[in-house]
Structure formats: structure tokens, C-alpha cells
Nanobody
Framework: QVQLVESGGGLVQSGGSLRLSCAAS????????MSWFRQAPGKGLEWVSSITSSGYGDAYVDSVAGRFTVIKDNGKKILYLQMNSLKPEDTAMYYCGSLRRGSQWASKIRSDYDPWGQGTQVTVSS
């Protein structure tokens, strides 16, 4: 079964840290670029970060650059998002996705990703 399963979300105080995980199954994880997105309450889906299939190239939205780190462990078939210095504005449902072949690197378009995870909630209190 082709799927992505996120975990690691929770409630944390401002300035704290969390590490999100995205476990992949049913496809050759090492062949695909991956991304993280988030959706805050009442807002649209926002691209957060992307990483290349090898794990050696990455990109971030300006609002998280320097605070978040994306990691791809091809041996374990897990994508991580290490989030430090969290802020209340980081509160959102976080999703991971596998970039379809032929799509643009670090695409910000939801339909360019399949499979797509069910999400994990991150809440940052002030």
C-alpha cells in the first residue's frame, strides 16, 4: 500500500522544539523529492520545505528558514522536519507529500504531490 504517515505533532510553548516524522511505504522512497506543507486554521495550504531525493538539497519558506530543518533518511524511509524556536504563527496541521515525477522541484502546488499524508497537528502556545 502506497502511503505516507505523519507523526510527532503536539502542543509546545513558544520557543520550544518538535520533530515531525513522515513514514513512507509502498514506493521507492529514495527515488522521490519530498516536501512539507502546513495549513493554519482558516488559511490556505502553505508550502514549508522541500528536499531532494538524495537528501542533499533543500529549500525553505522564508518564515521558517534558520529555524526548521528537513531531513530525509532513505535507509529508514522516513522524512523528518526538525522545528526549533517555534512561534505561535507556526500553529497548523502539517502534511508531507511525495513529488510526482516530472513536477517542478519544490513545487507549491498540492496536486503535484502523491502520495500525501493525513497530517499531524502542531500547536504553539504563547
Amino acid at each position: 500500500q502506497v502511503q505516507l504517515v505523519e507523526s510527532g505533532g503536539g502542543l509546545v510553548q513558544s520557543g520550544g522544539s518538535l520533530r515531525l516524522s513522515c513514514a513512507a511505504s509502498g514506493f521507492v522512497f529514495s527515488d522521490y523529492d519530498m516536501s512539507w506543507f502546513r495549513q493554519a486554521p482558516g488559511k490556505g495550504l502553505e508550502w514549508v520545505s522541500s528536499i531532494t531525493s538524495s537528501g542533499y538539497g533543500d529549500a525553505y519558506v522564508d518564515s521558517v528558514a534558520g529555524r526548521f530543518t528537513v531531513i530525509k533518511d532513505n535507509g529508514k524511509k522516513i522524512l523528518y522536519l526538525q522545528m526549533n524556536s517555534l512561534k505561535p504563527e507556526d500553529t497548523a496541521m502539517y502534511y508531507c507529500g511525495s513529488l510526482r515525477r516530472g513536477s517542478q522541484w519544490a513545487s507549491k502546488i498540492r496536486s503535484d504531490y502523491d502520495p500525501w499524508g493525513q497530517g499531524t497537528q502542531v500547536t504553539v502556545s504563547s
